[in-house]
C-alpha cells in the first residue's frame, strides 16, 4: 500500500463492512483498459463512499448503478457522449473509449464529475473535474492524491470549491 492510501485509511477509518471482492482482471477485461493501481487498492479496502453528503466514489461491486464503477462510467459516458456529439467545441475531452477519454469514478453533490483523463499510463492519468472547455480542473497526480489533498483542503479545486471543514460524516453504501 502507497503511503497517500495509507493516509486515506488513517483518515476515513475502517468501513463498517468489508466490501466484495473485486476481480480487477474481469473489471479490466469489461472496460478494456487496466486501471490505476493505487484505485484498485482503495477499493480492495473501501467499498463506494459517500463523504459529508457532498462527495461520492463509486465501487466495481457495489449494488446501486451510480455507485457501481462499471455502470455509472457506461451513465456518465454515455451522457457525454451524447453532449460532445452535439456539440464538441464546448467539451475539454471527449468520453472514454476515445483516446484520452474521461472515465468516471466519482461525483459530487453538484453534478461535477470526477474523472480520468484516460492518456498514456494508468498510474499517469490525470485527474478531471467538470468537463466543460472553460468549466473543468486538471489535476496532473493520480486518485489517492487528489482524494487526499481534497479532503485535507490542500488542493483548491474551483469546480468543486474548497473542502474547508474536516471531514465529519462518512457512508460506506453497499
Not at 475502517?14 to 471482492?21: A, E, G, I, K
Request: hydrophobic share 40%.
Amino acid at each position: 500500500m502507497s503511503d497517500v492510501v495509507d493516509r486515506l485509511k488513517n483518515l476515513l477509518g475502517v468501513p463498517d463492512f468489508t466490501p466484495s471482492p473485486v476481480s480487477w482482471s474481469d473489471v479490466e477485461a469489461e472496460l478494456g483498459l487496466e486501471l490505476p493501481q493505487d484505485f484498485k487498492e482503495f477499493c480492495d479496502y473501501y467499498p463506494a463512499i459517500e463523504l459529508d453528503d457532498f462527495l461520492y466514489l463509486t465501487h466495481p461491486t457495489a449494488r446501486d448503478k451510480y455507485d457501481n464503477f462499471l455502470s455509472n462510467a457506461v451513465i456518465q459516458g454515455t451522457a457525454l457522449s451524447e453532449l460532445v456529439e452535439e456539440d464538441p467545441d464546448q467539451f475539454a475531452y471527449g468520453s472514454y473509449p476515445a483516446l484520452g477519454g474521461l472515465l468516471a469514478w466519482g461525483v459530487n453533490a453538484f453534478g461535477q464529475n470526477l474523472y480520468w483523463a484516460t492518456e498514456g499510463k494508468p498510474d499517469d492519468w490525470k485527474i478531471v473535474t467538470g468537463d466543460l472547455v472553460d468549466y473543468h480542473f486538471l489535476y496532473a497526480g493520480n486518485f489517492s492524491s487528489f482524494l487526499l489533498g481534497t479532503l485535507e483542503g490542500t488542493i483548491r479545486n474551483p469546480i468543486l470549491g474548497h473542502y474547508d471543514d474536516r471531514l465529519k460524516k462518512i457512508k460506506f453504501r453497499r
